[in-house]
């Protein structure tokens, strides 16, 4: 029998396979768009709206608005209602279980948590690190910048040409400073700015903590308060984990760019390991979800340290 997987397993599972997906789509002809054609190319079919010049000329205007509508908007807007849905009841769901970027952030916080013992350039390190820990983290995200341009200049120019023009040196001077500049631009928000640039730079990301807010009943973290005596010996380890360095325990507001990763739970459940009752944080919809918004939900657990 095979055994069920964990939260974390088939979140690692979805992000990976996302990741992939990702770095390949435009090199096996699934999404891109071709600029020298024009088009975009999807699943090795070429996506002109149902306008090819060979029949143009043919059209006339109500089957040219009906081409239109069906081929481009009304793909356009299933998207869109399809994005607004989700993030109305899950928030950044996308972000926390799928995004690429959130997989790298993830990913470059577990290693200078584990080489440099901090996971931002502004936290105090627990314990001194060696200079070469800081250029060995520079070169990954040297590489992973490098990987990610290359994927990205796929999806817009002939992927076919770009490893033999890279290779024999021939790739247009347009192409190579497409390489430099998105090569520069997403080491600097690798190595520097990640989690930061979630929060305040991504304007999908915004977009889906905007429509979360505004649904009082959507999936959220919720702490049991009435339990909050138990999290004195806690250190704040469900916070510490957090990739977007959130507080967990306040309020929704303040968990404005949740990516509902769920490592909170894992960390929480691991503190909570001994205790018959389990972890102090949930995952809340519908009503309960209501509560987590009310400035009694609000509860310091600082406060109640200082006044024990």
């Not at 599972?13 to 770095?23: E, K, R, V």
Request: contains cysteine.
């Amino acid at each position: 029998m095979i055994p069920a997987l964990s939260r974390e397993q088939i979140r690692t599972i979805s992000q990976a396979g996302f990741y992939l997906f990702f770095l390949s789509a435009p090199f096996f002809n699934i999404f891109r768009f071709d600029i020298t054609e024009g088009h975009f190319i999807i699943m090795g079919y070429d996506w002109m709206f149902g306008l090819q010049s060979s029949e143009f000329e043919c059209l006339d205007d109500s089957h040219l608005v009906r081409n239109i509508l069906l081929n481009f908007i009304l793909p356009v807007l299933v998207l869109i209602f399809a994005i607004v849905i989700t993030a109305w009841k899950y928030g950044r769901i996308y972000c926390g279980w799928l995004c690429p970027h959130f997989s790298v952030v993830e990913t470059i916080n577990q290693l200078m948590s584990r080489h440099l013992h901090r996971v931002t350039f502004w936290q105090k390190p627990v314990h001194k690190s060696s200079k070469y820990s800081w250029l060995l983290l520079f070169i990954i995200c040297l590489i992973i910048a490098l990987i990610w341009s290359i994927a990205l200049l796929g999806y817009i120019y002939p992927p076919e040409q770009i490893f033999t023009n890279i290779w024999h040196h021939e790739l247009p001077f347009a192409a190579s400073l497409f390489l430099f500049i998105i090569t520069f631009i997403l080491t600097i928000d690798f190595f520097f700015a990640r989690h930061l640039f979630c929060k305040y730079g991504c304007s999908f990301g915004i977009l889906q903590s905007v429509v979360w807010m505004a649904n009082n009943k959507a999936m959220v973290i919720g702490f049991d308060k009435s339990r909050a005596h138990e999290c004195q010996s806690c250190d704040s380890k469900c916070e510490q984990s957090c990739p977007m360095r959130l507080p967990v325990r306040s309020i929704k507001r303040a968990k404005f760019s949740c990516t509902q990763c769920g490592v909170c739970l894992t960390a929480c459940d691991e503190q909570q390991q001994n205790n018959s009752q389990g972890r102090l944080i949930h995952w809340l919809n519908d009503s309960a979800a209501m509560e987590v918004d009310r400035p009694a939900a609000a509860f310091s657990v600082k406060r109640l340290k200082k006044s024990k």
